[in-house]
Each structure stands twice: as structure tokens, then as C-alpha cells.
């Protein structure tokens, strides 16, 4: 939920300063597409990194196991 908030946080103010420019470039359509088209990307993500996570804490030295 950290890696949530803190991906939120920082592309929240970044988004205005390219917003106008995709939208004129590429038109309402086609901006909001890309836009859409990028979450559709990303969606999977969650369940992958679910999956292999405990195999990327295991090889990490960073890891904390309280175990």
C-alpha cells in the first residue's frame, strides 16, 4: 500500500505538466486511450508481483523476516 500511495503521490503533481500537451497532440480520444491503455497494462501487475513476491523477499538481504 506504501509503493501505492507513494506511485499516487508523485505522479499526481507530474500529470499537469504534460496533461494539456497529450491531450492537444492526441485529442480528447486518443489521449484518454493511452491513458486507458497503460492502466489496462498495469492492472496484471498486482496478482504477478502477488505471485513472485515472496520468491524476490527471499533473495533480497534487505528483506525483513520477523519469523
Known sequence: ?????AMRYSFGPCFPLFAG???TQLGTVGATALLAGLMTAAAPLT????QIGPRIQAKSRFANFLS
Not at 47 to 50: N, V
Request: no cysteine.
Open 1 to 5: 500500500m506504501a509503493s501505492n500511495s
Open 21 to 23: 500537451q497529450m491531450y
Open 47 to 50: 496478482f504477478i508481483f502477488k
